[in-house]
Structures are given as C-alpha cells and as structure tokens.
C-alpha cells in the first residue's frame, strides 16, 4: 500500500526495514516485532449522510465523512459513554468493531488502566474526536448517530500496519508507530516508557 507522505518529520530517527507495499520487506524480521499481515478484511466508512465518500482516497478527515481502519488509532467514544483517546482499532467485523483499551500494555500501566480488548456494536459508536491543535489541545467532535451512515466494506488489504522505525539515538531501539487520525491527516504515534508521543506523517492519496 504505497502512500503519498506530504510531511515526516524524522530527524532522529531511521527507517526500519520495512514498507507498505503488496508484502512487508524483511518479512519475518518485521513480524518478530510485530504482526500485521495483509489480508481480506473490512474497513468501516463514516460517511455523512448525503454525501459520498471514497475510500481509495480517504485518508485525512473530510466533510464527507473518514474512514476507519485496523491497525490504526482513533479517539472515539462509544454509547456506554467510554472513550477511547488511544485506542488500536484490532478489528471490524459486519456488526462491530473491537478496539484496545490504550496503545499497549506500557501505556495501560503508564495510564493505570487494565490493557483489553472491548468489542462494541458498531452502531454504538457515538462520537469521534480529533485534534486541531496539539498545544491547546483542541478537538474536532463529530456526532455520528443521525448524522452519519455506518458502512462496512470488504477490501483485498484492510489492515493499516504500523511502521517499525529505528531511533539511531536510542540505542537503536525499534518502536511500534501506529497511525493515528487527526483533523489535519494520520501522524504516527509511538510509546516510550508508558508515555505516547507523535510524528507528523500526513497522507493524501494512495494509487
């Protein structure tokens, strides 16, 4: 899945052997990691009612709707009221959508939560949120019921894998980056001691 990178800001780190192509270079080596296969799956379309989204080119926030995809993270919260800042979408079946309860096991403990996997009907999806402005942590709210239709689709590759990147400064430690969906685009978004942190990586365009 070869994307257009508008911006990346990487200046501490290198890339791990790794791309998002028909199959993961250093495949076995990747996956030793972490393990995101490309396969038949779903993805869930939010679009606004009226309007018509297309997923082959939804990859940032749109007054058509977003798309939401395996592997990657949204804030989203759900009708029993619970939110998921941080959450790592593991699944979408026809009906519902399985989510983590943060990033990762580092993050429950850093946040002080149980790490586990919620699985909900996906018409109980009620709000999602996304960032304007980090530094005044200002949010975009989108209220799905009554405003938006819920559309599940099967696609050839529907897992958005996370990148494995290097951090020559550290050691070289490799970090798990998943993708994280704001008002502006996906940044990645990676963990180090509990504590999660991005990168800006906008996407606008797939071929």
């Known amino acids: 899945m070869n994307k257009k990178i508008i911006l990346l800001t990487l200046t501490f780190i290198t890339f791990y052997s790794y791309s998002q192509n028909d199959t993961i270079q250093g495949e076995a080596e990747y996956r030793k990691i972490y393990d995101c296969r490309y396969e038949p799956g779903n993805i869930l379309i939010v679009q606004k009612k009226g309007k018509t989204l297309d997923y082959n080119k939804s990859w940032t926030l749109s007054k058509e709707g977003f798309v939401i995809r395996m592997e990657a993270i949204y804030d989203l919260e759900f009708a029993d009221g619970k939110r998921f800042k941080s959450g790592v979408v593991k699944n979408i079946t026809t009906d519902s959508i399985t989510i983590s309860s943060t990033m990762n096991e580092n993050c429950a403990k850093y946040e002080g939560i149980k790490y586990e996997f919620l699985t909900y009907p996906i018409k109980d999806i009620k709000i999602a949120k996304f960032i304007n402005d980090r530094s005044l942590g200002l949010f975009a709210k989108r209220k799905i019921e009554g405003n938006f239709d ?20 550290r050691n070289n430690e490799i970090k798990v980056c998943h993708y994280y969906l704001t008002s502006q685009g996906y940044d990645l978004l990676f963990e180090t001691n509990g504590f999660i942190d991005y990168m800006n990586y906008l996407i606008t365009e797939k071929p």
Do not use: M, N
């Open 150 to 169: 819920l559309i599940v689709k099967e696609i050839d590759k529907a897992k958005f894998c996370p990148y494995l990147l290097t951090f020559t400064k």
